[in-house]
C-alpha cells in the first residue's frame, strides 16, 4: 500500500511524496503545479466537473453529481481509461445506485473514511484508496493541512493527462 497525499496549497505536501493528487479543474486546479513540483511522484488528476480527462472525478456538493460519475465514467472507458470516482463513505451507496440504475459497470472507488487511523474502507466493492486523515489537530493523518489516503496496489495507472 502507498500514502497519497493532496491539498489545495501543494506546499503542505511532503516533499518526499511519491504518490500526490490534484485537481485538473475547479477553483484549486493544483495538477499541473504538482507535476512540475514533484517530478519523480505518481500525480493523479481530478476532475470536479466531468468534463476533462482525468483519473478521478470528485463526487461532493458544489462537484460532479452521481449522475454526472456514471456519465463520465462510461466516456473514460471509451478512451480506454479506469474511472475512479472519489466520495466520502455516506454517498458511495447512492453512487453505486446511479450506476447500477444506468447500467453501467462499477467504477473504482476512493473513499473518504475520516477516523483518523490509516485503513481502507472495505464495506463497499471496488475500493482502490481511503481519505482518512485531512492534516488538521481532529484529523492530522501524515502532514498537516493535507489530505492522507491510503492507496491499494490495485489502484489502476492510467496514461498521464497531458
Not at 34 to 41: D, E, Q, R, S, T
Not at 121 to 145: E, H, I, L, R
Amino acid at each position: 500500500m502507498t500514502i497519497m497525499f493532496d491539498s489545495v496549497n501543494i506546499n503542505n505536501i511532503p516533499a518526499n511524496a511519491s504518490m500526490v493528487a490534484g485537481y485538473v479543474n475547479g477553483h484549486w486546479a493544483t495538477y499541473e503545479a504538482l507535476k512540475a513540483k514533484f517530478p519523480h511522484a505518481h500525480v493523479v488528476s481530478i476532475d470536479v466537473f466531468g468534463t476533462a480527462v482525468a483519473d478521478v472525478i470528485d463526487v461532493e456538493k458544489g462537484d460532479a453529481t452521481p449522475q454526472v460519475a456514471v456519465a463520465w465514467s462510461a466516456h473514460m472507458r471509451t478512451l480506454g481509461r479506469q474511472p475512479i470516482v472519489y466520495a466520502s463513505r455516506a454517498l458511495i451507496p447512492t453512487i453505486i445506485a446511479a450506476f447500477n440504475n444506468s447500467k453501467q459497470p462499477l467504477p473504482y472507488f476512493w473513499v473518504a473514511d475520516y477516523t483518523g487511523v490509516n485503513h481502507v474502507c472495505t464495506q463497499f466493492p471496488n475500493v482502490v484508496a481511503t481519505q482518512w486523515a485531512d492534516g488538521t489537530p481532529t484529523y492530522p493523518g501524515a502532514a498537516k493541512f493535507c489530505d492522507t489516503s491510503t492507496v491499494v496496489n490495485t489502484w489502476p495507472i492510467n496514461p498521464p493527462v497531458k
